[in-house]
């Protein structure tokens, strides 16, 4: 049986740590306003039976059939970022390198797989795994006006398009317009114009892939006259059973709490840091983050017994790609989950 969990937000004094008590399956989102973002959270996990249960989550997954957990965010940034400097992902206050399993580099590539634009160090002091946010959210939606209800209906493509409309090189050349040489490669092409329109299936996987190049990204920014909609989930993760399982073909399945050593699990939204900083792009400013930890008294004695916590250290579960897998973030949904959810 899984061990209890809850789940915490950032609170108006600290954007991270997450501290506040976040209700899990709530139709109603928990606001959360930082220093540098101003919004609501709805956190959505399926068969959850922890603290701050608020519902089944029928609202979330009766939508998304193929989903086991999920964050919904909406709101605004306070202040001005370029979608190449928002990061989304996962960060560690300690070392979980003596934590990582057998296996961590097939699961590793199993990520790079599902989410080519990951970057991660495992293996430093302070680890960590982010990829842009604008180019690994499942659904993503920039508009004049706040969207509304438990998920998220991608609309993304027009305000990408209204941005570059209007920006030119020094040429005065399009901002989109490739050099004549990469221009022989038709799909290279496509990647680098502004993202097509189509269904929601359609347009999600056009600015995933658009937003997949850096220059690309470095001509989107967002500010308080832009609300945005993302939502982040995935169906690996079983909190039944608390075990993750990797794509199809690798064939590979993680049980979380054998390799848990008592770090929260903390998903962050922030900045990217500079390359010369000491954790690299992990060292950016926090605009929001969310937290699994665990609340289960059994389970953290068992973590004891082995000497895989501390007294000060017992907090979260290792979710969805991180302590199970003994790794980063956790594989996002594919086509084949996307076939199933929509």
Known sequence: MAPRLRVLLSSPSAAHPPTAPCPVNSPTPTKVKTDGFDGEISVWVKGFEGDEKAGDGKEYFGVRGGMTYAIVVRGRFTEQVSADELMFGNVFEKPIRDSLPWGTSVAQKAIYFVEPTLEMDLYADRPWALSPAMASMNHLALTEKPQEGPVVKEDSVE???????????????????????????????????????????????????????????????LNHDTHVSMEFCNGYLDFNTLSLSLPAGFNMTFPLLKYWDGQPVTYVCQRRGTATSASGPADGKVFWSVAFEIVDEEAKRELEKRGGVKEEDKKVLQDAGKAGEGEGEVPQETEQNDDDVD
Do not use: F
């Open 159 to 221: 305000r990408i398009k209204h941005q570059c409309e209007g920006e030119y090189d020094a040429s005065g050349a399009s901002c989109w317009v490739l050099p004549w040489w990469r221009s022989l490669d038709r799909a290279d092409v496509a990647d680098n114009y502004p993202p097509e329109g189509g269904d929601e299936k359609a347009q999600a996987a056009a600015r995933k892939r658009w937003m997949a190049e850096k220059a690309n990204r470095e001509k989107i920014s």
